[in-house]
């Protein structure tokens, strides 16, 4: 399948010394690359990548690989494990607003802007109360649910995990002097301007021409030391537990996009260079290769490599 390659700058600096891998299949025209205009102000698909039409026009189908070398990347701006997953964004609903990061808008642009779904769910305590304290209320049924303002956020705690705190601290309370205590979740819903400015992006971002059938994202990632106890701590895990992360939620992915990370050697290391050229040689392999729909799952990073 027709394959557009779409390098971000940091990923054109490190290219020049493997083009050369590339030039036979851009030749047959299994391959194209598309300039890409990470520009802030580049909110339209032609505005960020200005050759994509000219490129897929007249093809049945196509596919979509953008690459990042997110390890030279100015650190504290991305997660360090997961360079898809920039630090500033900790809420699971919409932004509803254009993303300030280039790698979250171009999927966008791709993809379009992911549907609207449940913005959150809020926790609240149902219980049945005790016949001494139904005398005196004359409620049966009560519920309790936590308020924000009226929760003292621990240092570094996010406003999630100090809601179920909050709900758990509550329900030890509630146990011992009522009955029937339960959570249950109530889903809490977008306001009617919400719902508006997500019209709005999702018609700024509807792709106009041919979907791509396939959207990969692969970027470089730092070699860190792993800590010991977080490595043990890992290995006790269950796989599920292993692979939960919610970092397309939080940067407002499209749930079509995929995700590869390469561990590339630091530049000092004596196989920086040698590291590399396996790092293209992986870009290449995925870019001229079909893969099976069920072979990346979404909400997973997948490590690449040859």
Not at 72 to 81: L, M, N, V
Not at 83 to 102: C, N, Q, V, W
Not at 223 to 250: I, M
Not at 261 to 284: I, K, M, T
């Amino acid at each position: 399948m027709f394959t557009v390659i779409i390098l971000s700058r940091e990923a054109k600096a490190i290219f020049e010394g493997s083009k050369t891998f590339f030039e036979p299949f851009k030749e047959s025209g299994e391959i194209a690359f598309c300039d890409w205009n990470e520009s802030s102000r580049a909110l339209t698909l032609d505005q960020a990548l200005p050759d994509l039409r000219r490129l897929i026009q007249g093809k049945s189908a196509w596919r979509a690989v953008v690459v990042d070398h997110a390890a030279a990347g100015a650190p504290g701006i991305r997660e360090p494990e997961n360079p898809f997953d920039f630090i500033a964004t900790d809420d699971l609903a919409l932004g509803l607003e254009h993303s300030p990061y280039a790698t979250v808008r171009v999927a966008h642009q791709l993809l379009g802007y992911p549907a609207i779904t449940a913005q959150a769910f809020r926790p609240v305590i149902r219980y049945r109360v005790l016949q001494e304290v139904f005398d005196r209320t004359g409620q049966l049924e009560a519920t309790w649910a936590p308020r924000m303002e009226d929760i003292v956020r621990e240092q570094g705690e996010s406003e999630q995990d100090a809601a179920a705190r909050a709900v758990a601290d509550k329900l030890r309370e509630l146990t011992i002097r009522h009955s029937d205590v339960r959570v249950q979740y109530e889903e809490v819903e977008y306001t009617r301007d919400e719902l508006e400015r997500h019209r709005g992006l999702s018609e700024h971002y509807r792709m106009k021409e041919l979907h791509p059938s396939e959207v990969l994202f692969i970027s470089t990632r730092a070699r860190v030391d792993e800590d010991p106890h977080a490595e043990l701590r890992r290995a006790w895990r269950t796989e599920s537990e292993q692979n939960t992360s919610h970092f397309v939620e939080r940067n407002d992915y499209p749930a079509a996009t995929r995700f590869l990370v390469y561990d590339l050697h630091n530049p000092e290391n004596s196989g920086y260079a040698q590291d590399v050229l396996r790092f293209w040689a992986s870009v290449l392999t995925v870019s001229v290769n079909a893969m099976p729909p069920s072979t990346l799952q979404a909400d997973r990073i997948y490590r690449l490599g040859i």
